[in-house]
């Protein structure tokens, strides 16, 4: 598949409060800047306010300013202009936590990253979703499911990051953003979608 150029596209990068996959996402952060994409941050209420083993919520906040060259939006009124006025050409949420991933299941849309997604969905844009819960194969693997039947979500694909300490956790290889996104903008999923964690063996 000949991948389109990221150059000049606007992807709205939306991360949820999974702190220990952190240090995986903010280099995709910067390979997609070094695309030229421009990308625009947006933070949930959680990755803005808290401090954890990982880092303290304000220099997690700095990191993403700085590899953006932009002001995270954190609220939902900052948020409102990409919807119709700002449109974005896709957007980014990763990592996405089991919590977030259970609400945009079912529709609800009270963070700023939610809010985003449903405003990106609605102007008919593709979502790139890269997972990082617990639960994807525990009670949240009926949420998974739902999602990886909808209309505009495409997947960064995940596998079992410690399938004897944690059998219900599933995890998206970040390594595979850019691609997963090229991806996306021609309405197409990166194959398979579902590898062994460590596995380098991805094709389209």
Do not use: W
Not at 57 to 75: F, M, N, Q, Y
């Amino acid at each position: 598949m000949n991948m389109p150029s990221l150059e000049g596209k606007r992807i709205g990068f939306g991360i949820t409060g999974s702190h220990t996959t952190y240090h995986k996402v903010f280099p995709q952060i910067k390979r997609l800047m070094d695309e030229k994409a421009v990308v625009i941050p947006i933070v949930s209420n959680t990755v803005r306010t808290t401090d954890t083993k990982m880092g303290k919520a304000k220099d997690h906040i700095d990191t993403i300013e700085k590899l953006t060259g932009r002001r995270v939006i954190s609220t939902i009124p900052e948020a409102e202009p990409l919807g119709p006025k700002e449109p974005l050409d896709c957007m980014v949420i990763a990592p996405l936590t089991g919590n977030s991933l259970s609400k945009l299941a079912n529709a609800f849309s009270d963070s700023p990253v939610l809010f985003t997604a449903k405003s990106t969905m609605r102007n008919q844009k593709p979502i790139i979703l890269g997972i990082s819960t617990n639960d994807a194969l525990g009670l949240n693997g009926v949420n998974l499911m739902k999602l990886m039947a909808s209309k505009y979500m495409y997947f960064i694909p995940y596998g079992q990051d410690n399938p004897l300490n944690k059998p219900n956790s599933m995890i998206s290889n970040m390594d595979y953003l850019i691609d997963t996104v090229k991806a996306a903008l021609k309405n197409k999923q990166l194959q398979p979608i579902i590898i062994p964690y460590t596995d380098k063996n991805v094709l389209e």
